[in-house]
C-alpha cells in the first residue's frame, strides 16, 4: 500500500531527517555542538559562569538560561539582526529552551553556578526550536561533564536527557519532523519536548485552520514520543 501524500524529501510518515552532532563545533565554550537535522543547523554553545542571577544569590542554587537567534541569511530571504529589542518569537523560544533544558539539570548540584545555551541558527529548514532543545542539551551535558571531571559538581548534576521534536498534519496526514515546506503548509503544527523516560516537558500545539481532534492529539503525541526518543539515543551515541 502507497502512502497517499508524498513528502517531500520522500521520507516515510514517521521517520526524522538524518540526525548529525558535531562535537567541540567552537573550541571556546564549555560545550559546543553543531546539530544538522535535515537541512537545518544549529550551533549550540554552553558557557558556565561562576555567578547566579541576583534573586538566586546565597540560596545555593545554580541556574541554566538559554538564548536563540536565526543568523540573517539561515533563512531563504535574509532576516535582519534583532538590534532594537527580541521579536516575540525570538522571546518564546528562548523560554522554551531555557525551561526545557532546567528539566535536565540538577540546579541543586550545580552549586551557584550559572549554564548560560546559546543556540544560533545557521540555517533554517524547520524544526529550528526542536533542534535548538537537543543540541543544546548535549552542549550542557559536555559543560557539565566537564566540570564533573574536575571535581567542581557531582556527577548527579546531569539528570535525564531531554529532547524536542516537531509533528504536523499536512494534508491530512500526521507527519513527525517537518521541514519547511511541510511547515509552511501544514493544517496543525505541534512542538513537543520530553524526557528520555518519555514524560512531557512542553506542547504547543496550533490549529492553523480547522480545529483537530482529540483523536488526531493522541497519534501526534505517540509519534513524537517515538521521535524524541529516537533522538535521545542519537544524543547518548554522540556522548558516547
Given amino acids: 500500500m502507497t502512502d497517499p501524500v508524498t513528502r517531500p524529501d520522500g521520507r516515510r510518515f514517521d521517520e526524522l531527517r538524518p540526525v548529525k552532532f558535531t562535537l567541540d563545533y567552537v ?61 516575540g518569537r525570538t522571546q518564546e523560544i528562548r523560554r522554551l529552551i531555557g525551561r526545557s533544558l532546567r528539566a535536565g539539570v540538577d540546579l541543586d548540584l550545580l552549586g551557584e553556578r550559572t549554564l548560560v545555551v546559546d543556540c544560533d541558527v545557521l540555517q533554517a529548514d524547520g524544526g529550528t526550536r526542536a533542534a535548538a532543545v537537543t543540541g543544546g542539551y548535549v552542549a550542557a551535558a ?56 518519555g514524560r512531557l516537558i512542553e506542547v504547543q500545539g496550533t490549529a492553523e485552520g480547522a480545529p483537530f481532534s482529540r483523536e488526531t492529539l493522541n497519534h501526534m503525541l505517540d509519534l513524537a514520543s517515538r521521535g524524541v526518543a529516537s533522538l535521545v539515543q542519537r544524543q547518548s551515541e554522540a556522548l558516547g
Fill in 27 to 87: 573550541d571556546y565554550p564549555e560545550g559546543s555542538v553543531l546539530i544538522e537535522l535535515g537541512r537545518t543547523r544549529v550551533l549550540c554553545n554552553a558557557s558556565v559562569e561562576e555567578t547566579v542571577p541576583a534573586w538566586m544569590a546565597g540560596k545555593g542554587t545554580g541556574w541554566l538560561t538559554a538564548e536563540y537567534a536565526l543568523l540573517p541569511r539561515s533563512t531563504h530571504t535574509r532576516t535582519p539582526r534583532e538590534t532594537q529589542g527580541l521579536r
Fill in 142 to 197: 559536555l559543560a557539565l561533564r566537564r566540570l564533573t571531571g574536575r571535581g567542581a559538581v557531582p556527577a548527579g548534576v546531569l539528570a535525564l536527557p531531554v529532547a524536542a521534536i516537531s509533528v504536523g498534519v499536512v494534508a491530512g496526514q500526521v507527519c513527525l519532523d517537518m521541514c519547511y515546506a511541510e511547515d509552511r503548509d501544514a493544517e496543525v503544527d505541534l512542538n513537543v519536548v520530553m524526557t528520555a523516560e
